[in-house]
């Protein structure tokens, strides 16, 4: 039998044109196909690009670039998205299925997120829309709080400017037990990328102009008090604190939280605090970035402050800089694991005087949070990358991922969440001072405690995707190399195989690579699941001994630096 020719890339344009709900990116099409017919070769490769494939609906939801086409963020595309998610929940629930949606303030989310309640309401459910943009963590905080049965969050989250994206959590009646509340893990995202290819044309899904609730300041109101409450107590002493976010949505949000637990003193980074989808300041508008905390470090120095605190755009993720007279100005970013690691010991003396729960990080971050666990007689387990894994391990407490990623309050928040991490920071800070100490003091004391836990990441970041795709089947084949920084490599473990999780169970399969030497080194090596980047977590362990503590972070330092230098040549990516 003979299979139909796949259509012309004219074809297809041309379709998505006629289709299109948005005239902007009609008319941008429309130029693009113009130009091309012209003979200009950007156009025609930005159409071969936009046109490739469909935007895949995966367990991160959507994200990509936005504009025109199928393998972009734009209004057609949410549509669908919208559509087949509606089809997916009223197949589970049935008719009156709620759908509580919020935004950031970046280019497209709240036309997006208005598409998708009015979408909701045709396909008979009940759309909940904040009326104003919001912080990630409030939108997860009311799926569970409004007792919805999913919820979308449209954000890139720290992408750069020109992205979107999308993201579905189920709750209510959707899921049961402890993934109530939190993003999608298979076989949801399957089902419902299914629905999404089930659509039919654009024209059919109902889009009424009403219908849809508003969600107002109560349930923001109600999430403040509720990240105060997780903190367990107020301020033991003042603190000057310095708070950007970046251009993002959760500077008020965290400003009110932090006031409510007794921190008045907040000084803000004035020319990054309102909303901004161009993020003037900022190369990339990730706290991880080198140089996204210039500004607020900066203020914090000439202000004498003890502590800075920066949300990424969507506030979901929480970075932390102090002061720190062996560092360069005084003043130390603290990587993810410093403060999955702070914040892990605080939720452990919590849950120990509890007598039970669990602590809890991803495969990639540092190996102290066990340590700690164990020290306070507490279970631990490990998980895959993603809160959409972390937030769902049973009786949990607190969980983490060393991309500035904390889970403080699973009841409340099924996700990371930098506003309620920033107050427990500001809490965990002040009784230090309170006590005559520093945040570097504990930092010695737990790797007095438990050897010093020193991690880098190796980052390599691509145009072309297929290169990761390559080097990832490359290392499988040739195996890992017989030494890093000297030391034997003595264990590989291909996640795609599955893992322990420390908890008698296994890992689901999943793209990443662990090599472990003889001298307790760790390597885990893995494909972004945002981003084209390729990531290499590094990490060694080293005992401080007679040695002082800043003496050992210099020698760990140095030999990380010897392992990345190692694994750029084993990558061979440039």
Not at 487 to 496: G, N
């Amino acid at each position: 039998m003979t299979q139909p020719a796949e259509p012309t890339l004219d074809t297809a344009v041309a379709s998505w044109i006629d289709e299109d709900p948005d005239p902007a990116t009609a008319a941008e099409l429309s130029r693009l196909l113009r130009a091309h017919h012209d003979g200009d070769p950007e156009a025609t490769a930005e159409l071969a690009d936009a046109f490739a494939a469909p935007l895949a609906f995966g367990t991160a939801g959507l994200r990509g670039r936005l504009g025109p086409g199928p393998n972009r963020m734009n209004r057609a595309v949410v549509i669908r998205a919208a559509a087949g998610l509606s089809a997916y929940l009223r197949s589970v629930v049935g008719e009156g299925f709620t759908v509580v949606i919020g935004y950031d303030a970046r280019k497209g989310s709240k036309q997006f997120a208005r598409d998708t309640a009015s979408v909701v309401t045709g396909a008979a459910g009940r759309a909940l829309l904040f009326e104003d943009h919001c912080p990630t963590p409030v939108l997860a905080f009311a799926l569970r709080h409004l007792e919805a049965d999913a919820a979308v969050m449209v954000t890139a989250s720290h992408n750069p400017p020109q992205d979107n994206g999308y993201k579905v959590y189920l709750g209510g009646r959707t899921v049961s037990g402890w993934g109530q509340g939190a993003q999608i893990v298979p076989p949801h995202d399957a089902d419902i990328a299914a629905a999404i290819s089930a659509v039919g044309p654009l024209a059919s899904v109902p889009m009424p102009q009403t219908g849809w609730e508003a969600v107002g300041q109560a349930v923001r109101e109600d999430y403040v008090e509720r990240a105060a409450q997780a903190a367990h107590m107020g301020a033991a002493a003042p603190l000057k604190i310095v708070l950007t976010p970046l251009h993002g949505v959760g500077g008020h949000t965290c400003q009110e939280a932090l006031a409510r637990v007794g921190f008045e003193d907040v000084v803000r980074v004035a020319e990054q605090w309102e909303p901004d989808p161009d993020f003037p300041t900022l190369d990339f508008p990730n706290p991880e970035e080198p140089g996204a905390l210039d500004r607020a470090v900066a203020l914090a120095r000439s202000q004498g402050a003890d502590l800075v605190i920066a949300n990424d755009p969507d506030a979901d993720r929480c970075c932390v800089a102090v002061p720190d007279p062996f560092a360069t100005g005084g003043w130390r970013q603290l990587s993810g694991d410093e403060v999955g690691a702070l914040l892990g010991e605080q939720a452990a003396e919590l849950a120990a005087f509890a007598g039970n729960g669990v602590l809890a990080s991803s495969v990639v971050s540092s190996r102290l949070l066990r340590r700690i666990a164990q020290t306070h007689g507490l279970a631990y387990q490990q998980t895959l990358t993603g809160f959409k894994w972390i937030s769902r391990v049973p009786n949990l407490v607190y969980g983490y991922e060393e991309a500035l990623g904390y889970c403080v309050d699973p009841a409340a928040v099924r996700d990371k969440d930098g506003i309620s991490a920033a107050v427990r920071v500001a809490v965990l800070v002040s009784v230090l001072k309170q006590q005559g100490r520093s945040v570097i003091d504990l930092l010695d004391r737990l790797a007095r405690e438990h050897g010093l836990h020193a991690t880098s990441p190796l980052t390599i970041r691509v145009d072309d995707t297929s290169r990761i795709t390559e080097a990832m089947e490359r290392l499988r084949r040739d195996g890992a190399p017989v030494r890093l920084a000297g030391s034997l490599v003595t264990t590989a473990v291909d996640l795609r195989d599955g893992k322990p999780d420390g908890a008698g169970g296994r890992l689901p399969a999943t793209d990443g690579l662990v090599w472990t030497t003889a001298a307790d080194d760790r390597v885990v090596i893995r494909p972004s699941g945002t981003e084209p980047k390729l990531k290499c977590y590094c990490e060694v362990i080293m005992p401080v001994g007679k040695e002082s503590v800043p003496g050992t972070r210099k020698a760990a330092a140095a030999r990380l630096e010897s392992i990345k230098e190692d694994l750029r040549s084993v990558l061979g990516l440039g």
